[in-house]
Nanobody
Framework: QVTPVESGGGSVQSGDSLRLSCVIR??????????AGWFRQAGLGREAVAVI??????TYADSVKGRFTISRDNAEDTLFLQMTSLQPHDTGVYYC????????????????????????WGQGTQVTVSS
């Protein structure tokens, strides 16, 4: 069982940027199909943030579109989330998740599907944004 390892969280001010990283050993460098993404949790609710297919196609939640960018380095089995123009409502624990099957659905349903189907979840990294 692979446990992704996130890093890069921290405490920042409104308008600042952060780059999160997540190493998911064996999911990307093997060349096999995968679906990977980022989620965040503040309080009781978990929100899907962004997903990337192994062909590079990306989908974002409306709340982060234009501010966050998901990317990957297949050779290093690493998923990234570049976050800009951070606001207090972006505060939360950010998790990466991955599945060894292709992403399903289209648009926002791709995010929802990954949350259900992911077979690997990281431990999370805290992001705190102060006004």
């Amino acid at each position: 069982q692979v446990t992704p390892v996130e890093s890069g969280g921290g405490s920042v001010q409104s308008g600042d940027s952060l780059r999160l990283s997540c190493v998911i050993r064996g999911y990307m460098s093997s060349g096999a199909t995968y679906c990977a993404g980022w989620f965040r949790q503040a309080g009781l609710g978990r929100e899907a943030v962004a997903v990337i297919k192994n062909d590079g196609t990306t989908t974002y939640a409306d709340s982060v579109k234009g501010r966050f960018t998901i990317s990957r380095d297949n050779a290093e089995d690493t998923l990234f989330l570049q976050m800009t123009s951070l606001q207090p409502h972006d505060t939360g624990v950010y998790y990466c998740a991955a599945d060894r099957k292709r992403c399903v659905g289209s648009g926002l349903t791709t995010l929802q599907a990954l949350e259900i189907m992911a077979d690997a979840w990281g431990q999370g990294t805290q992001v705190t944004v102060s006004s």
